[in-house]
Structure formats: structure tokens, C-alpha cells
DNA sequence: ATCTATCTCTAAATCCATTTAGTGCCAGCC
DNA sequence: GGCTGGCACTAAATGGATTTAGAGATAGAT
């Protein structure tokens, strides 16, 4: 092994020296400042090169205040996200735009405990680790926004907060596909279209709830047949088997995730019915497994990655002082295959 | 609103001054160093504690020459990202040891072009973000390996590198599940078992497609039926779909992640079989909808999460400069479900 | 020729915590 | 009494980059 203990990362003493200037003159060179004539500017930049010579971000950001880094947060049990492409697709899009800026990004994975969650966000904050964070999963009442405002770090929440968001948000607009979806449905002849929520407590299950409600109603049907489930598989199947079990059962269920809808559908099946004729089921997220089960399943997609640039961009803004960039959110699309189909007959 | 101009972090010179004793007692104090009195240590602490002050990273970065950080580079195309297990687990393993010695993940998600992907590593490295990295999704022939060592910056690999590997590793032991699920058709009275393999190039592609191999001749059997996949749903069924088409067919079809096989199964029953009655599939992960598919999947778990924890020691271990800990791996288990059955009569 | 303005660059201060060298002080010893 | 040792603490150096005040040189103006 050996070279460890050997190389010693260059400082922007040892690139002044092989430019034959001063540290001073390096910095103002190298960040495009004024001041330094072209030719020794590139006499700079070329010393720089060689040495292959970085700035040391803990230099700049003492110097500077500032971490530059984001934070993320994610705090959900590790079945949930194992099997939601939301972070995956998020995180790209965070990158893309944080790479493009040299600025990194801080992950924080955290057990659900407020009391430890509380702590991570201190103890980052304290430390100076971050100059921001994103708030995805937002809740109902958000503890954290509280707990933000207090630490004073700036944040960009990701949905549509329930109430007093204290920091600039991202109107991920997913109504409308939960909408159309139901509209589907309802052109499909079901009028017995039943509601397997999320979890509670989050905003996306209120929201997506709220969608179901509103577009049954615009019909001139009660939401009536709701079930609360909790986004895993385990909880999909089981309020699919409550919702079969008395009448009058649904003629189609809508669900807040696909893991929910597709382990219902397996319920379904179990309980001897027929997909999609004797049940329609309509997902949620577009999972890449939610086109290659069978019935293919029909759901609603939403460009996490397009709103992780997006948040990226806002938050970035937020931090550096600039006005917030107008957010232009692809909104949910309705993707149908062979899970929905034409009511069955009384 | 408002306040953010107002506050600004205290730092150890506040720390002080409350205390009434200089800048260096406090952090000998604070750092458990002996120097200090009893009774002064507690003064100072209460005095830290008031101002809820933490040392700032940066200050102690710069000072160290670390940055209490580790990396982890994500480099693959969203839709495997999306659908894989292994990273949300494999990243709650590695916080929960970070956490506890007040270490950060900096996540770097990069596209797999291999300049690009050189840039991000040395980028992280020249700037000093980060102490070290891990190494995951591992291939053949690793160029990571040669960067990492130009680059002198301390990694440890998840999985069991194919050749010279420079750096310490974890064997993450999936042979044995591997061999096992093979153990279990031929038990069933299977013999035409095919394999489904990963992305060409992987590790653990490799791996899995040894696994089957050996097991089969171990008992006697030609591992012939092969086909290349690329972990991705659609590859799933489209490699599926060519086992299915030539006789003489496969009455088993071992897949290389779960992704695969449930998309091979629809596309089996697309062509009209009957599962596990004519046809037995066994996948890899265990991802969350694996038991609640039908028929429910019979596959191999590995605990990423146990890795996740492993590889953080290690690493942080050779960060630190001491002797690394023995790894015990948890080893992937075989989980039987209703997906394979007894081979169909001739 | 002298003064001013401009340009180019340097020296030093700054960010904050840690560490090292060193200062006082008291106790213990011969 | 004077010397040594140890304790409790302080002052200053250190890490690496940025920024500010200012120096020196040159060109242009009067």
C-alpha cells in the first residue's frame, strides 16, 4: 500500500507558489474576480491544473458561513421505502441540479421517533453540516417546521403543507391525476368506488383522499366506502379483504400506492374475483412492477425526479438569497392499462 | 420571517466567555481531554449547554484535515434504482453506525458515464468532502478501483470484488441462498432449470449465474439454459419469453432479482402457463411485493441493512487508522413461497 | 514635472476549533 | 528556603481559503 502517508493535498499556498503570486491573487483568479491581468490569470489557472488543486470546501466555508451542502431528511420504516420509487427519482433530480454547483448533498436517515428526529435536525444545524433542507413526507402539523424555524434553517417543503408553512413549498399537484382516475372509473360505469387510503397523518394520503372525495361527489356519489391502509403491502391486502367482506361490496377500489393496489389485487384474486371484471383497481405512483403484473395495473404517475430538480432549484435560491424561480411541476398523469374495466353488471 | 438575520451561531469563544475561562479549556473540557477541573469541566458544560453550542464541523475539519464524512455513489439508471430494496436498507445500515459518531453520508448520485463518473469521485476527493467512500454494485473489473487509489482516498466494498481489489471488502455471501433455491427445484424434481441472468457486468450478476451453475453440476446437470436479462422488468419478460418459445422449455426459471422474475411470471402466463403447475420461478431481494403477489414469490433475502451496518465499520475503522472489524455478514436465506412446486410430469 | 487615477498584486485579517508550548501556583521534598 | 513536580489553565499557532486595505507601478491629465 504505502502512498498514503506520502501525497498531501495541495493548498492554494502551493498553486500561488508555482504561479509566483499570492494566495490572494489565486482566489481572485480562480473565482472570476476582477483584478488579476489575463496573462496571469492563465499562468494561474494552469498552476492549478497541475496540481490539480481544489478548494477545500471546509476552508471556504469557514470562511464563508456557509456548509455547502443540503440536507435531506428521510424518516419512514424501511419497508416503505423499499418499495416506493419516490426517493430514488427524487434524489436524481436533487443531484442534478446540486452537482451542476458544486453544492453536496447531506442524507440523514432517521427513525420516526420525534425525539431523536428532532435531535438529527439540531445536531446538523448546530454543527453548520447544511444550509438548508428539504422537507419531503410532509405531515399533518408538521413538527418540523416548527423545529426549523427555531434553528433558523432555511427549508423547501415538498407538497402542499396542511397549514402555516413558515418556508416556501413545491405545489406537487397530484389531485388531478387522483381525479381523473376516479373519473375513469366512474365513465367505466362503477358507482361503488371505494378508497384505500395511505397512511395517516401524511399530507399525500389527506390529499389523495380528498381527490376520491371531491370527484365522487362532483358525480353525485358518496365517498362512503373508505378504508385507512398504511402504504404497505401487508395493510393493502387487509383493508381489501374488509372492503370485500360485506356488502355492498365495490365495484372498484382506489388506492394510495401501488404496493397497496397490487397486494390487493392478489387479495381480490384469493377472494375468487375476476380482474378486472368483477373489480377494478387503480394504483398510485407507477412502481416499475405496476406494468408488468397482471392485470397490468392502472395508475397514476407522478415525475419525482422533475420535482426534485425543481426543489433543488428552490432551495438553492432560498439559501443564497435570490428570488424563488417560478416552480413549474409536471403534474400527476393518469396511465391506464388492464386493471380498470367496465363495471359488471348488477 | 425576519429573524434570520438576527441570530448567529455561538461559537466556542461564547462558550468561554460564559465560562469565564479561555477558548482552549472549553474544548479540553468538552472532548473529555484531562487538564481541566471537575468543578470547571461542569461550568463549561453548562455553559455549552445554555448556548446550545456545538463545535462546527468546518473549524474541526479544517483543523483535523477530515471531514467526519463518508460517501456513497450512486451510479444506475433510475428505473433499477426504483425498484431495488437494497439501497433505502443498505443506506438506514450505514446511518445508524454514522450517526452514533457524529458522521455524515454524502450522497452522490452520478449517470454512468464513466468520464463523468471519474469527475464526481475526484471532485469529492480534491475538495476534501468527504474521508471515505463506499463501494457498491460492484463490476467486473472495477475502474472505480484505479480512481480511488490515483486519488488516495480510503474505500471499502460491498460484495466480493472480482480481482485485485485494492481495498478491504465485505463478502456480502449470496452463494449459498443462491445455491439453495437451485437445491430446492432439483429436490422438486426439477432438471431443466434455466437462469435468468443480471446486467452483464455486475458482481453480483456474476455471482448469482455461478451459483446456478455450480449447484446444477453438482448434480449432474448441464447449466445451459441461460439467457442474459439486465435486472429491468421488461428484460425480465422479454428473456422470459425466449426460454418459453424453443423447446425443450424450462420447467424452472431461476431470476436474478425479484423485478425479473414477477414480470417472467406474467409474461409465463401471458403464454399461458400455469404457476408453479407447469412452471416454477424463484427470484432474488425479497422485495416488499414479493409476498403478495400471486403466486406469492419464492425467493432469497439478503439483509442489506445488516451489510449497511458491516460496511460502515469497516470503513470508519479504516478511516480511523484501526484494525478492522470482523465482518459477520448475515448470509442470504432461502424464503419458500408458492411459486415453485414439483416438476410437471413428462 | 507633479498629481491623480487605474491597474495589478500583496499582506494581513478573518472564519472557528484544536493543540502545543508555556505560565502561575501550590504542595511536597530534602 | 529553595527546588522539583504536577495541576489548572492561558496564549498563540495552526489548518486553508477569501476578502479587505493598501502598496507599487504605470499611464494619463494638468
Given at each position: ?38 496573462a496571469t ?13 481544489r ?14 451542502a ?13 418499495a416506493?420509487p ?78 402555516g ?12 391525476g ?27 394520503s ?7 372525495e ?76 405496476a ?12 415525475d ?26 409536471t403534474?400527476?398523469?393518469f ?12
Amino acid at each position: 500500500m504505502g502512498s498514503t502517508a506520502g501525497r498531501r493535498r495541495p493548498t492554494i499556498e502551493d498553486v500561488a507558489r508555482l504561479a509566483g503570486v499570492s494566495k490572494g491573487a489565486v482566489s481572485i483568479a480562480l473565482n472570476g474576480h476582477a483584478g488579476v491581468a489575463d496573462a496571469t490569470r492563465a499562468r494561474i489557472s494552469e498552476a492549478a491544473r497541475t496540481l490539480s488543486w481544489r478548494a477545500s470546501v471546509h476552508a471556504r466555508a469557514l470562511r464563508a458561513s456557509r456548509s455547502f451542502a443540503l440536507g435531506l431528511f428521510i424518516s419512514r420504516p424501511p419497508e416503505l421505502l423499499a418499495a416506493d420509487p419516490f426517493f430514488p427519482a427524487f434524489i436524481a433530480g436533487v443531484e442534478s441540479i446540486l452537482a451542476s454547483r458544486g453544492l453536496a448533498l447531506v442524507l440523514q436517515v432517521v427513525d420516526e421517533n420525534p425525539e431523536t428526529e428532532a435531535a438529527s435536525y439540531r445536531r446538523l444545524a448546530h454543527e453548520g453540516r447544511v444550509d438548508g433542507v428539504l422537507l419531503t413526507d410532509l405531515r399533518i402539523d408538521d413538527p418540523r417546521f416548527a423545529w426549523l424555524t427555531e434553528l433558523d434553517l432555511p427549508a423547501v417543503a415538498v407538497g402542499r403543507p396542511s397549514s402555516g408553512c413558515p418556508f416556501p413549498w413545491l405545489d406537487t399537484d397530484d389531485r388531478e391525476g387522483a381525479r381523473q382516475a376516479v373519473r375513469h372509473l366512474i365513465a367505466l360505469g362503477h358507482r361503488r368506488i371505494a378508497h384505500v387510503g395511505g397512511a395517516p397523518g401524511y399530507v399525500h394520503s389527506a390529499t389523495r383522499r380528498r381527490a376520491w372525495e371531491d370527484e365522487m361527489q362532483a358525480h353525485g356519489l358518496e365517498p362512503r366506502l373508505f378504508v385507512e391502509g398504511d402504504f404497505t403491502g401487508e395493510g393493502g391486502a387487509r383493508a381489501t379483504r374488509r372492503l370485500l367482506a360485506h356488502g355492498p361490496r365495490p365495484t372498484a377500489i382506489v388506492y394510495a400506492n401501488d404496493l397497496m393496489a397490487i397486494s390487493g389485487m392478489s387479495a381480490a384474486t384469493d377472494a375468487g374475483l375476476a380482474l378486472p371484471d368483477q373489480l377494478s383497481v387503480v394504483g398510485f405512483d407507477d412502481i416499475p412492477l405496476a406494468a408488468h403484473v397482471r392485470p397490468a395495473l392502472t395508475t397514476v404517475r407522478q415525475d419525482a425526479t422533475d420535482w426534485g430538480r425543481s426543489a433543488a432549484r428552490s432551495l438553492v435560491a432560498l439559501v443564497d438569497g435570490e428570488p424563488l424561480p417560478a416552480a413549474t411541476i409536471t403534474p400527476a398523469s393518469f396511465i391506464e392499462r388492464s386493471s380498470t374495466g367496465s363495471a359488471p353488471g348488477e
